[in-house]
């Protein structure tokens, strides 16, 4: 079984500055995606930047990027240039590539991000 | 636009009282889920269905079914709604296979209140 940790239950920054989201998980497996969702009050989840295990390159989504540590099971977020409308609970989340549970999003407990203006 | 909708967005029933969530697409997406969210928790997969194919998680109560008429509908039934079930439902749909298979759409969502 996979699971996902994040340790910061809530955050804030100032509008502009630079954020970022930490997040650990555990699995066996190989293979895998590791997602970043965002959640603002609307309460509609909206991914915010997917990663593929394999892909040693950190993906990147105009101001949102990660910093993928495969070794050490570590999955951050970073928001540059934080706006108002960032403000949401952010969740990092896991996918199995295949087999048992591949149709599965673990989901951490998330981090609500609070954009000071 | 092509999305994933959610409707009631609020519903309310009374406790034992039978209730359907209902979840509609028009991404023609194989593959449909529904998610539980507790208040201030994450989403918990409760199942899912591939195609006509339904699976469900070991976990989920049986109090919860689902049904999936054709591609494009899902619904939820809570049997016999308790306290412990108020919560957002999330619907949410991606593609079989691939890539595709790991991008998930998500609905804007039910919260359901059990009274």
């Known amino acids: 079984a996979q699971t996902v940790t994040q340790s910061q239950p809530e955050m804030s920054v100032q509008e502009a500055e630079t954020v970022t989201l930490s997040c650990t998980y555990d699995t066996s497996e190989n293979n895998y995606y590791l997602f970043w969702y965002k959640q603002p009050p609307s309460r509609q989840m909206i991914l915010v930047i997917r990663q593929e295990a394999y892909k040693q390159q950190n993906a990147t989504e105009n101001r949102f990027s990660v910093n993928f540590q495969k070794a050490a099971k570590s999955f951050s977020l970073k928001i540059s240039d934080s706006q108002l409308g960032d403000t949401a609970m952010y969740f990092c989340a896991f996918m199995p590539y295949s087999g048992a549970g591949s149709y599965q999003l673990t989901f951490g407990k998330g981090t609500k991000l609070s954009v000071i203006p | 636009d092509a999305m994933v909708i959610q409707n009631p967005r609020y519903q309310v029933t009374q406790f034992g009282k039978p209730v359907t969530l209902s979840c509609s697409q028009t991404?023609?997406?194989?593959?449909m889920y529904w998610y539980q969210q507790k208040s201030s928790q994450a989403p918990k997969l409760l199942f899912h269905y591939y195609d006509k194919d339904f699976n469900n998680e070991a976990d989920t109560p049986d109090n919860f079914q689902s049904r999936r008429p054709n591609t494009s509908f899902c619904f939820l039934d809570i049997r016999s709604p308790g306290l412990g079930d108020a919560a957002m439902y999330l619907c949410?749909?991606?593609?079989?296979?691939?890539?595709?298979?790991?991008?998930?759409?998500f609905g804007s969502g039910t919260q359901l209140s059990v009274l």
């Open positions: 949410a749909t991606s593609r079989p296979t691939g890539q595709g298979r790991s991008k998930l759409f």
């Open positions: 991404l023609n997406h194989n593959v």
